[in-house]
Structure formats: structure tokens, C-alpha cells
């Protein structure tokens, strides 16, 4: 089941950035969806669902209200106590608000797939290479960020180099 999450990692990420304390003003409204179908709904759901998808944002109500308890807590220190509280209170009030991310997301799958496709799809996942692409893709995607991650840092490192050089020539060592 964890190896499912993977599959979202790089829309984990992108999704836990956005979660993590963009300001509320600075918020891009939400892209216009013409309405789809019930069936596609529900098969955009059901490819979620095979996904793990909601593993991404299960956390996601209580990560936001910590991060903006901590925002409140960086220039009300003395309210600590209160706010600790109030986290608790907040947290259990606004608790399944969760699911309304992935609703957006099955409108989103909707919206970019027809109804045959994403039934298709749905056939594909259940199949066994789209079981085994299940299984196997997030320890490619995370193989694949520990390349990129390292090629960044030995590339930085030759830009660096092909920097002191090039200053050098111009008789500056930086």
C-alpha cells in the first residue's frame, strides 16, 4: 500500500508546497471544468482509488492547521498555550475536509480524459501490466529524482568551475 503513494510523489511535493504557507492572497483560482458525467466521475474515482491517490492528502487538514498554528505562534509566543488548544478544536472541526481534494481531482481526471478513456483506463490498472506499473512506478520515480538530483549537483558543480574559469581569464578569482 505505501509503494502506492509513491506514485504521487512528484505530485505530493507539489501538492505539499502549496499546502505549506502560500500566502492566501497569492492562491490561483481554480481552472473553469466543464460537467462531466456521473460515469466519468465515477471513473476518474475509481482510478484514484487504485492509485492510493488520497495517501497524498490524508494529512492534509491537519499539516495546514499545524502550519498556520506556527505562522500565529511566530508573533503571538504567548498565546502557545491557547493556540494549542485551538489547534485541537480547529483540526477535529474541519476533519474529512480532506475528501473535497479528491473530488477536485476525480473533476480534474474528468475534465482532461473522456468517459471511454478513463474507463479504458480504469481496464488498463486493473490489468496485470497496469498492476505491475502500480507496483513499480514509484521506485522509478524516486530512482529517477535521485538521478536528477544528483546530475543537478555535479552539473552545478561543473557550472560552478566553468564560472572560476572564466573569471580567472578575466584575471578575478571568485
Do not use: C
Request: aromatic share 8%; proline share 3%.
Amino acid at each position: 500500500m505505501k509503494r502506492l503513494a509513491g506514485i504521487f510523489t512528484a505530485a505530493g511535493l507539489v501538492l505539499g508546497l502549496a499546502l505549506s504557507g502560500a500566502p492566501v492572497g497569492a492562491q490561483q483560482p481554480a481552472p473553469q471544468h466543464k460537467q462531466a458525467s456521473p460515469a466519468a466521475i465515477a471513473a476518474a474515482k475509481e482510478i484514484l482509488a487504485l492509485k492510493n491517490a488520497s495517501a497524498m492528502y490524508a494529512n492534509a487538514v491537519p499539516n495546514i492547521v499545524q502550519k498556520t498554528k506556527d505562522q500565529f505562534l511566530q508573533t503571538n509566543l504567548n498565546y502557545q498555550k491557547d493556540l494549542n488548544e485551538v489547534a485541537v478544536v480547529v483540526a477535529q472541526k474541519l476533519a474529512g475536509r480532506e475528501k473535497e481534494i479528491g473530488e477536485g481531482m476525480a473533476n480534474a481526471y474528468a475534465n482532461e480524459f473522456t468517459e471511454q478513456e478513463l474507463k479504458d483506463l480504469v481496464t488498463f490498472y486493473k490489468s496485470a501490466l497496469g498492476q505491475k506499473l502500480l507496483k513499480a512506478e514509484p521506485r522509478a520515480i524516486q530512482y529517477s529524482m535521485s538521478y536528477m538530483n544528483q546530475w543537478a549537483q555535479s552539473f552545478a558543480e561543473a557550472v560552478n568551475g566553468e564560472f572560476r574559469a572564466e573569471m580567472r581569464k578575466r584575471g578575478k578569482e571568485i
